[in-house]
């Protein structure tokens, strides 16, 4: 599973060559001497040798059992904290292909799969072909279906900003995450406003088609859901939004292999 930010903990592996270093030299050191001289001194300096090296190594193997420890419990965290808004941007775009298969009735879209856009761009084309009287019908089931998933996105981003001290101490929040958040903020925010300002249908394709071309780029640059813009599915390949997000990360990493 990809993540933007993924085991955020980091060994200092610098300062545990340096001290491991150091502590090998002076053991080395003090065995020369004491081979030489057999005093008490040297004795003395060549157990606290053999000492260091000891300590060093046992700190070293207690840091890393804590690193690991410490990365696991972020990237909890980290899922637990985002796995919310993963799964209403899915079920965003695959609005589309939902809008496709039950306006559509020409022939049977529940047997083919596209990419979100792909489902975006049949959806449009066919709204086109129909005539005004059905295109206001489906204007207003356009407005619902999308206002009801812009909705849940923009609560799921609000649960993410009531866990910044969580995500924070856990090391997994960053500048360029913050970016990523608000660009997503922006972009749905401009959808719920197209949506309240009851547009025509000629301004509302405007609207829509610049939301779909930003949303594009925006979901690119979130590495962890990256693959919603390649990820090929059918309109009723939906069963819960969390397993179907974790259902098609792994089709995609397998792919990617």
């Not at 979130?222 to 179907?244: A, C, H, L, S």
Request: net charge negative.
């Amino acid at each position: 599973m990809k993540r933007h930010i993924d085991n955020p903990y980091k060994m200092n592996w610098k300062m545990y060559g340096l001290i491991g270093g150091i502590s090998l030299l002076i053991m080395i050191v003090a065995a020369i001497w004491n081979d030489i001289t057999r005093s008490l001194i040297s004795d003395i300096f060549k157990n606290l040798g053999f000492g260091c090296v000891a300590s060093t190594l046992v700190a070293l193997l207690i840091e890393v059992g804590n690193i690991k420890e410490k990365n696991e419990k972020a990237n909890s965290v980290y899922d637990a904290v985002y796995i919310d808004l993963k799964s209403q941007i899915m079920w965003y775009v695959k609005t589309w292909a939902r809008l496709c298969g039950i306006a559509y009735k020409d022939k049977d879209y529940y047997q083919e799969e596209h990419t979100w856009i792909e489902w975006y761009e049949i959806v449009k084309i066919k709204f086109a072909e129909c005539d005004d009287n059905r295109q206001a019908e489906l204007m207003y089931f356009f407005y619902e279906q999308l206002r009801l998933s812009i909705e849940e996105i923009e609560k799921a981003l609000k649960q993410i900003d009531s866990q910044q001290y969580i995500l924070n101490i856990n090391g997994i929040y960053d500048e360029e995450l913050r970016g990523i958040l608000a660009d997503y903020r922006f972009e749905f925010y401009a959808a719920k406003i197209t949506l309240e300002k009851d547009y025509d249908k000629e301004r509302f394709w405007r609207s829509f088609d610049a939301i779909k071309e930003d949303l594009v780029n925006y979901i690119n640059n979130w590495v962890d859901i990256r693959y919603y813009n390649d990820y090929r599915f059918k309109p009723n390949d939906f069963i819960d939004d969390t397993t179907e997000v974790m259902r098609a990360m792994k089709e995609c990493e397998k792919k990617n292999k």
